[in-house]
């Protein structure tokens, strides 16, 4: 049996099991719907504060709530990964022959369409608010942002493998996600910011990865922005499932 | 089936390293109950860890049903199954989802999987759970599922990491009796490790005695209790000086070991208690004695445990 076959079911399992229990996919996708609601209409006055870039509110906004999506909707994935490691179902896995990368790679695959789902209805909901964004554009970032869930969800599972308990790893995320969250401007563009806010957000990819999806939905689909923004998100791509693939292939994990 | 040589496992803590299994060598041959009892914290859980690829030895090798433990490690995993004491079955999936999906991981095609499923459903008396969700299922219901799921292979050897903690005594011996018929059907080599003496003893053919982290004993249960010498007497005397006398009396003849007083009872071991308890008795009329009750039993594999380590298996291991 290969590992792509192999990835495929482990992907059909994990894919069963969320759809037995979807509570937490519908928990997730309503999140962002709300933002969309209640924090929306906010920013079309603030649209016409100065430095705030080009585009109407929403092209800024929707791009910033996907990635925050991509974000957090995978980086909590490790939870279901400890009530696993508790179950005794990922040691029962690793007494199989199966590829310690199938293991992760099929949770990943499950963790990134579920949020592809996500995110193609927050589109579709967001266009109803008022968002007008090219097609292409559009899907591109959605890409984007199921990379970043890629991401994410590697290091996610990586990181509660490591830790093992439900406690370790909400510190963990409490401690990244608040910073990670203030220096992307996923919530407000980061053009808003004085000067040396922007220098330290420039530092986080995740705030280059915002401004290309941002750029994608205005149609600029060669600028150095987006080509910023892919780098950044290939980079972290690599960086997740490195993280990941080592901490499943550990033999004493 | 199994062959270690020197199976040695530390781990970092804070302030120093800790040998939680510390040099185990471990002969298994084919079709073999082999029991490795112990008590909490002795290495049990660890050293099949290691043999089972899950945790990699600092020291020592083994070779798995004829597979090096270390570079062949894949190879080892195919012919092995492995249940582990708190089971790995997810609560939300269906009985015959979990059977399917773990024989597809070894490679087996859903139909086989599928197949196979059903008919060790059938062995472990689970049929008509195909359809249940795992968690509906009772106590004993699952262990004997986590068995089916690491026999899907028709792996030549198992492992059963306490197969029978927190299980009622009926479904104890119910499971007992499957394990047996597994050997006996189908050749199946066990390794399993436990902490009741009951278990060691009605199941296994072979036992080894771990603590901590050091192989203390080996032997087919009836040796290692014959290895202790002779039976076990206990004397209830009238009262208390009456008890130290008779330990005096005792002492000064040959052939008992040395007397336990502990109240008005005086606990000693004789080669065969038939043979030489009416001596005893004689010897303790000559000094004016007259014991009130008298108590003979085998030596039962708790007396081996104490008297090969000093504690009795249900004391709390000595702090790491």
């Keep these: ?20 229990n979807p509570v937490w996919v519908i928990i997730g996708l309503v999140q962002p719907i709300l933002y969309l609601a209640l924090f929306g209409p906010l920013l079309e006055r603030v649209a016409s504060t100065p430095g705030f870039p080009a585009g109407d509110s929403w092209q800024v906004f929707v791009p910033g709530l996907l990635v925050q999506l991509g974000i957090f909707g995978a980086a909590f994935v490790g939870f279901g990964l400890v009530a696993e490691l508790r179950a005794g179902v990922v040691e029962r896995m690793r007494v199989t022959p199966a590829s310690r990368a199938a293991l992760l790679g099929g949770r990943v695959l499950r963790d990134v369409v579920v949020l592809l789902v996500q995110g193609a209805l927050l589109t ?130 | 089936m199994i062959e270690a040589r020197g199976l040695t496992r530390s781990f970092k803590t804070r302030e120093r390293v800790v040998g939680a299994v510390r040099g185990v060598d471990i002969d298994v041959g084919q079709g073999e109950i082999v029991g490795f009892l112990g008590p909490n914290g002795a290495g049990k859980t660890t050293t099949q860890r290691m043999l089972t690829t899950l945790l990699a030895p600092s020291a020592g090798s083994a070779r798995v049903v004829g597979y090096d433990l270390a570079r062949e490690a894949i190879d080892v995993r195919r012919r092995i199954g492995y249940v582990a004491q708190s089971g790995g079955t997810e609560p939300e999936a269906r009985v015959g989802e979990e059977l399917v999906d773990h024989g597809r991981l070894y490679g087996l095609s859903e139909a086989e999987a599928a197949a196979r499923g059903a008919a060790l459903l059938e062995r472990l008396d689970l049929q008509d759970s195909w359809e249940r969700l795992v968690k509906t299922l009772s106590g004993g219901q699952r262990r004997r599922l986590d068995i089916a799921l690491g026999l899907i292979h028709e792996p030549p050897l198992l492992f059963l990491d306490e197969p029978t903690s927190g299980l009622d005594p009926q479904a104890r011996a119910n499971l007992w009796a499957h394990i047996r018929a597994l050997r006996a059907e189908h050749g199946v080599t066990v390794f399993l ?123 709390e291991p000595v702090a790491a």
């Design chain 2, 193 to 315: 490790t436990t902490h009741y003496l009951e278990e060691a003893d009605t199941l296994c053919d072979r036992i080894l005695v771990i603590d901590e982290g050091l192989i203390v004993a080996q032997g087919p249960p009836e040796e290692l209790k014959r290895g202790l010498a002779g039976d076990v007497v206990a004397l209830t005397t009238l009262d208390v000086e009456d008890a130290g006398r008779a330990a005096l009396v005792l002492e000064a003849r040959s052939g008992a070991s040395a007397p336990e007083v502990e109240g008005v009872v005086v606990r000693f071991h004789l080669p065969s208690a038939a043979d030489g308890l009416p001596q005893v008795f004689r010897a303790l009329d000559d000094a004016d004695i007259a014991p009130v009750g008298v108590e003979v039993h085998r030596p039962t594999l708790d007396d081996v445990f104490l008297s090969l380590t000093g504690r009795a298996l249900r004391d």
């Design chain 1, 1 to 20: 049996m290969t590992t792509a076959s192999q990835t495929w079911l482990i992907f059909r399992r994990a894919m069963r099991l969320s759809l037995r």
């Design chain 1, 124 to 253: 579709v909901t967001a266009v109803a608010f008022g968002l007008r964004a090219p097609i292409g554009g559009v899907l591109l970032g959605l890409v984007v942002v199921a990379l970043l869930g890629a991401a994410f969800a590697s290091a996610s599972y990586a990181a509660a493998l490591r830790l093992g308990t439900e406690d370790a790893l909400a510190s963990l995320l409490n401690t990244l996600a608040v910073p990670l969250l203030l220096l992307s401007g996923i919530l407000l563009p980061m053009s808003l910011a004085p000067g040396w806010l922007r220098t330290v957000s420039d530092a986080n990819p995740l705030k280059h990865v915002v401004d290309g999806v941002r750029a994608l939905f205005l149609g600029e689909l060669g600028s150095p922005t987006v080509v910023w923004g892919v780098v950044a998100v290939l980079g972290l791509v690599a960086a997740g499932v490195a993280f990941g693939t080592r901490t499943f292939g550990r033999e004493s994990s």
